[in-house]
């Protein structure tokens, strides 16, 4: 696991920005795309080299980690919607190509199995984004998730769900969700994790220097050939 702190949350964008790009100006890219505040520096970043450095994601197919059961896709606080607005609507990748799984889907477990097989058959994702949870989840696999977890249905933890409440404002938070496994998370070519602000910072200690355990579902990162931790000094304040 290779760690880069740096110094500004600005940079931390940048820095990520600079990883994706890479991958993305070789050729047909399979993106990993997650949601939160911990990547939309990075996302804003990508947009405006796409504006102004003529990089281009029409060749690009991308999966999202993860989504709330029971919101249509198109529900404001849906992960589609929402990756749509902090993404995908501000580039060139085309929308038949941007895959999530359905969380109003009738049989939910299906659509896991489902989810799972479609990022297999595209050959896998090359470079997964992540955030982390103040709890050390990723995607929405909370503490005790199984290392070798695929895209299943799971239970939000208390915590997640009052971490997330801001977002829905007189209304319930999703008590389930699909999310990617941490089987499926592993199999990405490359994953680059993204942090910031103190209330992150045990959770990356955790991750970086601690035991791999389903106790901090991101450890399981540190079996991965090729995963980039990119931090803000507050968020690496701790190691
Ligand atoms: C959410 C998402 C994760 C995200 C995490 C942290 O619940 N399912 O993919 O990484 O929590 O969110 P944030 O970056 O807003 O702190």
């Given at each position: 696991m290779q760690v880069i702190i740096c110094e500004s949350p600005e940079q931390v964008g940048s820095r990520a920005a600079d990883i994706i790009e890479v991958r993305v100006r070789q050729g047909p890219a399979v993106l990993g795309l997650a949601t939160g505040?911990?990547?939309s520096?990075?996302?804003?970043?990508?947009?405006?080299?796409?504006?102004e450095e003529q990089l281009s994601f029409s060749d690009a197919t991308a999966f999202t980690l993860d989504e709330y059961a029971g919101l249509p896709l198109d529900h404001d606080q849906s992960y589609?919607?929402?990756?749509?607005?902090?993404?995908?609507?501000?580039?060139?990748l085309p929308?038949?190509?941007?895959?999530?799984?359905?969380?109003?889907?009738?049989?939910?477990r299906a659509e896991a199995v489902r989810y799972d097989e479609a990022i297999r058959e595209a050959g896998g994702v090359d470079i997964q984004i992540l955030g982390?949870?103040?709890?050390?989840?990723?995607?929405?696999n909370e503490p005790t998730s199984s290392l070798n977890s695929r895209t299943r249905v799971k239970t939000?933890?208390?915590?997640?769900?009052?971490?997330?409440?801001?977002?829905?404002?007189g209304g319930e938070v999703p008590q389930l969700c699909l999310t990617q496994g941490l089987g499926t998370i592993r199999e990405a070519h490359q994953a680059v994790l993204v942090a910031l602000g103190a209330n992150k910072a045990g959770a990356v200690r955790a991750m970086v220097e601690g035991p791999v355990s389903a106790f901090c579902p991101a450890?399981?990162?540190?079996?991965?050939?090729?995963?980039?931790v990119v931090l803000d000094p507050e968020a690496a304040s701790q190691l």
């Open positions: 505040s911990s990547p520096g990075t996302y804003r970043e990508l947009i405006r080299r796409h504006r589609h919607s929402t990756i749509r607005r902090e993404f995908v609507d501000h580039v060139d929308l038949s190509r941007l895959l999530t799984p359905h969380g109003d889907a009738e049989d939910l982390i949870g103040a709890n050390g989840h990723i995607g929405f939000l933890a208390g915590a997640t769900r009052s971490d997330n409440a801001r977002f829905f404002p450890s399981v990162l540190q079996l991965h050939p090729r995963a980039v």
